[in-house]
Structure formats: C-alpha cells, structure tokens
C-alpha cells in the first residue's frame, strides 16, 4: 500500500492539522475534545508477516519501532516497485 497509515499508532489533532497528543496508540490514549486521530506514515508499506511489514520511516539509532522495519524513503520505494506479491522476506539479526 504506497499511502499507507497506520490502524493504531499514531498523533491526535485538531481541524487545523495541529498535533495535540503525539504518538499515540489509539486503543490505549483517550482522544482529547475537538481531536482526531491520525495514523502514522508508513508509505510504502509490505506486509509480510501478519500485521508487520516494510515501509518508510524514520531511522532514529535505536529501537523505536513496534515490530516493523522501518526503511530510508528511497530504499522503501526501490522495494515497493520491484517487489512482487509472495515474494519471500528473511528477516535476520
């Protein structure tokens, strides 16, 4: 999915755009008065192994992912193109 965003993480905000409550689960964070949620970016997304996936991210240096793998955009979009449907993914240390 090229535009995806995600179900469950992500920001509250306002009808501006504004952020009023960052990252977020929206299953545990109550949903602040005059708010909506906004799942995070994850252009580019593959999933490959039930809700996990590929997509684009950002890489801060440390873990900070809830069970993705996050890519560089450009990485994300080299394999988004060229990926075709079942191809296999070997995910290693």
């Not at 992912?65 to 191809?87: K, Q, V, W």
Request: aromatic share 10%.
């Amino acid at each position: 999915n090229i535009d995806h965003r995600s179900s469950c993480y992500g920001d509250y905000v306002d009808s501006a755009g504004n952020v009023v409550a960052k990252d977020i689960d929206n299953r545990k964070d109550k949903r602040p008065p005059g708010t909506h949620y906004l799942g995070a970016d994850m252009s580019y997304f593959m999933r490959f192994n039930g809700p996990i996936g590929m997509h684009r991210g950002i890489l801060p240096g440390y873990p900070a992912s809830h069970g993705c793998i996050r890519l560089p955009e450009h990485m994300a979009e080299i394999y988004f193109e060229n990926a075709s449907l079942d191809t296999p993914v070997i995910v290693v240390p």
